[in-house]
């Protein structure tokens, strides 16, 4: 039993990061039509800029948390000029190719500088953790389920009662109306890549001192946030979140009950069970293309 | 320039069949002369080690590419996993011929199917599902079998790889393999060479332009879409088990995910749409690294500059090197086109039902809360036009998608010719008789007005193409463009047509699958007032030889003067059926159209 609860707020910790690389997704998804294959490395590449921040140049640890997500929020831009916007008329196919090419140089190009050797990076906290009753609760994880809720919250916040959620919101659901409304779909479009790449990267910075810091976390992170989104359904912000904790217990307790080195098989096989059974996932629907 | 003058051009230039009167393998010929010649040379010249390495590793990957020109050229189907597949054909002869001590005959074939088992399921699993789904089930496929090649040490050896693969009796040195690898090559290379000009490569290319035209033209797109993707798995495992014996060991890190992005690199700089541009891109990624050896010096720096490429050939150069070259080509030496003549279209529409053709009763579709179609009956007799009307949002093309396949009905019963076809998916109906046109124009943009048709003629249960061979195709979609009157422009790409003629073009598709029942959803949307004339002309022609046409249209006088039998719809329900004359009179009909005083 005690082994259990252990293993179930583990589980929800690393979870709670795959809800938060799930959300940029949904959201870049709902947005843009598009699966952006490169939303790992926004978590990687944020884990680096706090390694080069924190570690290389030993600012202290809120600076560097600070200037790396202004970095990723920087890095949003690049990444919607570079990669989206000059295909977005194009089909999906060229731009989810594009993206994977992104995702490949992204990852290598780090590999380039840094090297195959993974970089360790401290946690926020002295104090490594709290022992409450027979579950002992690690100071990082805490910090990861508490900003996933904090977010979470603001995000319903921010899409439900600001006009620039709004706006966003309109210009997923319907560009071309959103344009006549006097909506700019491409400045939207924008501030979701920003958005999306801030909210990977914080989710990058908040679970590197977990793992190690090291260029296949992207690719980890991306393929079990987009079993996350299958989960729940896609184009669905509650059920990225929910999708993501629930994959988070499930490989968990893989892990601990079944099998370590296939720990990240499990992912694969979740996302293969519900895209035969339910590929609408749980909360979501289908919907057909008109003729 | 009006269809008929083209007509009487056409009648002026000399004629030439259709029908090539050289047999096919005499014409391709001098491609069998020059593969002779490459494995004559690869089996005779000397190479030194390092240069038969190149060779050999350009030979195997390139029978892999080929598997990716086939699912993401043909079939517009994206596979991130043919390192994976490469490695299942690799690890099954590897490990076959030394822990198994197998035939390596036997071994290359089992590695093969092996991929191609994996690929039909990992398919099958998700190919019902859009793109994006495929693209990260097959990462993830990649990933796993990475995991299980790395950690099931009793079976694969681990992180060691296999060493000292054997290669067959007749085989036994590199270099004689090498002739083997080319002649392979060669061969897989003609045959994908001319899968698009089959009809199975035919249906990946419709299905890739267009999914929902395909599967209204009567193609299994599931099907076309799962075949696409086991073949390439095919030739991933083919060209694996190749390289497995070329080089007589393997390990793990060769069929990484990285290697995946190394074949989707290659088949996209070089052309994804060809064979030779899989072989051009091949060739050069593997000798620019050779070239340019600092970039291996630094680990991850000539992946990093291949995911650069990615993403500036897909934005610059789409169609890859070869693409950009032919564009030349037929930029500098435009053929003409032959001219061609064929038979006048004959229409034998088929009679297995009653008096009735298509007998619709207590249709209904709701969206949620909203009844768009509400217990609609309607009934087309045999023969002549029946046309289908209602204001704007009365649930006509709801009807429509529904005839054809594209709704699931609420509840109700669709009859076609004596056949249920209530529940049976688009491509089914067609083949029970049903073609239909859209509104909005769905063609396969890629193809030349003569292939578009041809996919139509394809259609199964169309008794008119003889034999089903290729000639009888061509002469039956030629016939058809040549009945609405574009038969001189038969071999000319569909978008350089004008929005009238590409309408036209559509009709000719349905027409020449010879079906039971032609559904035209709105065919005189856009046209001007000459193009109008002319449709109402082509409808009476294709009325009189007898073929059924249910016509859905705002056009008053096209529906007036076309139509004998009118059924018209308000809300979601049916407000009048009968004469045409009559219902257009009905004070129902005349009040839903103008609004009651």
Known sequence: MDQILQLLFTGIGIGAVYALVALGFVLIFRATNVVNFAQGEFSMVAAFLMVVFAVDLQWPYWLSFIVSLAGMALFGVIFNLGVY????????????????????????????IYGPAPQVLEGWFETPGIQLGPVYLDSQYLLIIAVTIALVILNYWFFEHTMLGKKLQATSQDKEMASLLGISVSGMIMITFIYSAVLGGLAGIL???VLFVSIQMGATIALKAFAATIIGGFGDVTGAIIGGIALGIIETFGAAYVSVPYKDA???????????????GIFGERVAEKA | MTAKTQDAKAQDLPAAAPVHSTPLLLRHLPYFIVAAIAVFAAATMSFDGYVLNILMQATTFAVAVFGLTVVLGLCGQINLAQAAFFGLGAYVVGLGTTDYQINFWICLIGGSLVALLAGALLGMSTLKLGGHYLAMVTISF??????VIINAIWLTHGPDGISKIGRPALFQSQQSFLALCVAVLALVGYLVWHLPDTRIGRAMRAVRDNELAAGVAGIDIFRTKVLAFALS???????????????????????????????????????????????????????????????????????????LFVILIVRFMPDGIWGFVQDMLTRWCTKRPAAMTSPALQLVPAKTGGDMVLEVTGLSKHFGGLKAVDKVDIAVRRGGVHALIGPNGSGKTTTLNMLSGLYKVTSGKIMLDGTDVTDMPPHQRTA??????????????????????????????????????????TERALSALTFVGLGPRANELVSSFSYGHQRLIEIARALAGNPTLLLLDEPAAGLNSTEKLELHDLLKRIAAQGLTILIIDHDMTLVREAAQHITVLNFGKRIADGESLAVLQHPDVISAYLGTE
Do not use: C
């Open chain 1, 85 to 112: 916007y000059p295909l977005r008329h194009r089909t999906f196919l060229p731009v989810i190719i594009a993206t994977i090419g992104a995702s490949i140089f992204l990852a290598n190009s780090v590999l380039a």
């Open chain 1, 207 to 209: 679970v590197a001192p």
């Open chain 1, 266 to 280: 499990f992912a694969f096989l979740v996302l293969i069970l519900f895209l035969v059974f339910r590929p609408q």
């Open chain 2, 142 to 147: 990649q990933q796993i079998l990475t995991l």
């Open chain 2, 233 to 307: 798995a095919l030739l991933g495992g083919l060209g694996g088990g190749l390289f497995a014996g070329g080089f007589s060991y393997v390990s793990p890190d060769q069929f990484s995910f990285a290697e995946s992005i190394v074949f989707l690199t290659m088949a996209l700089l070089g052309g994804v749409g060809s064979p030779i541009g899989a072989v051009i891109g091949t060739g050069l990624l593997i000798l620019i690294p050779e070239w340019l050896r600092f970039l291996k010096s630094i680990p991850g720096l000539y992946l990093a500059i291949y995911g």
């Open chain 2, 432 to 473: 029970a008789g049903l073609g239909r046109t859209f509104q909005n124009i769905r063609l396969f943009r890629s193809m030349t007005a003569l292939e578009n048709v041809v996919i139509g003629a394809e259609r199964p249960g169309n008794t008119l193409t003889g034999n089903g061979g290729q000639d009888a195709l």
